[in-house]
C-alpha cells in the first residue's frame, strides 16, 4: 500500500525542503555548500513574505516529507471600465520527485491552485510547459493560446 500524499498550503517551516525541491528542479551548475542552500531556502521565504497575496504555493507532502510543490504568482492587471480589480496568475514551478511521479501528484497540485485562483476571483490563470508536463495541464482545462507573444531579453543585452 502505498504512503498517503497530503497537498497542502506551504509554510516557512517548509523552506528548506522548498529550496531542495526547487533545487532539484533547477540544479546548481556547481555543488551547494550548506551556507548557500539555507540562504536560498531563507530568500524563498522572504520572496513570499513580501506580497503573500500574490503567491500561493502548495506542497505535497508524504511522512513529513516534501515530495511536490506547485507556484501560482498572481498580478493584477490594468482596470477597465467596470471592472477596477482585475487578477491574472501564472502557474510555476511544479515540481514532483522523480520516484513519486505517475501518482497523480502533480495534478492535484495543479488543481489546488487553479481553486485558489477561482477563491481569488482569477479570471485567466497561464502556464508554460514543456511537453512532459502538458498533459497535466490539459486535464486540468488548460488549453493552447496561439496568440499569446512572449519576448525575451538576451543573455548579453543586445539584439
Avoid at 520572496?47 to 498580478?75: H, K, N, Q, T, Y
Avoid at 520527485?97 to 492535484?108: K, L, M, P, Q
Wanted: proline residues 5%; hydrophobic residues 50%; aromatic residues 6%.
Amino acid at each position: 500500500m502505498e504512503p498517503e500524499v497530503a497537498i497542502r498550503v506551504a509554510t516557512p517551516a517548509d523552506a528548506a525542503g522548498l529550496a531542495e525541491l526547487k533545487l532539484m528542479m533547477s540544479p546548481s551548475a556547481t555543488p551547494l555548500a550548506d551556507w548557500e542552500r539555507a540562504l536560498f531556502a531563507h530568500d524563498l521565504v522572504s520572496w513570499i513574505a513580501v506580497d503573500p497575496d500574490s503567491r500561493v504555493c502548495l506542497v505535497a507532502e508524504v511522512d513529513d516529507r516534501l515530495v511536490g510543490m506547485a507556484w501560482l504568482v498572481v498580478f493584477s492587471r490594468a482596470p477597465n471600465i467596470g471592472a477596477l480589480r482585475r487578477l491574472t496568475g501564472d502557474v510555476q514551478s511544479v515540481f514532483v520527485r522523480r520516484e513519486f511521479r505517475g501518482r497523480g501528484i502533480a495534478g492535484r497540485l495543479v488543481d489546488g491552485l487553479l481553486d485558489a485562483a477561482r477563491a481569488r476571483d482569477i479570471g485567466r490563470v497561464s502556464v508554460s510547459s514543456n511537453d512532459a508536463g502538458a498533459p497535466v495541464y490539459r486535464r486540468a482545462g488548460f488549453e493552447e493560446a496561439p496568440l499569446l507573444l512572449e519576448w525575451r531579453a538576451e543573455a548579453d543585452g543586445s539584439r
